[in-house]
């Protein structure tokens, strides 16, 4: 919950351009997404519903990030548009699961993680270097970002495919 009530905070700082505070509520949300997983892996508080929220706190999170950063030229529009185009088709295949086949029960992938975790670092290198923290390399992180969106949304895409494949010639 944490990262969903920190969304409209950030988004504010973005959109003034508050780099410093930003980067720090970013990092907040970054570090308790990572705690979060660790703590629920380590020990056992996994739920449907957890993990249901995990994803749509990444979603929300991300996709405003990368939509503002965007908007306000200091990413690639076309970055933001592959990280939001993965994230519309996996919510518009959840919604078609839920709607045709039924309860949804979320297993990310590690590829999907790696995704996740990907665009987190990118954001936090991208604000600071707006705070003029000197990041000459930042250009290196856009390729990998863009790389694992597009696989991590294959990846989504083939897997659940093939389990409502399964699901709809076995019942």
Known sequence: MLRV????PICWLLMHRQWPSA???????GVSDGVDGFLARRYGWQSRWGGILDATADKLLLVCCFVILAWLSEIPMWLAVIVCGRDAVITLGALLWRLLIGRI???PSLLSKACTLMQIV???AVLLTLIHWPMPAISLFVWPVAVLCVLSG??????WSQRAWRFRHTA
């Open 23 to 29: 980067l720090a509520l970013v990092a907040v949300a």
């Open 122 to 124: 990118y954001l936090l």
């Open 105 to 107: 029960d979320p297993h």
């Open 5 to 8: 009530v920190l969304v409209a």
């Open 154 to 159: 294959l990846d989504y895409v083939i897997r």
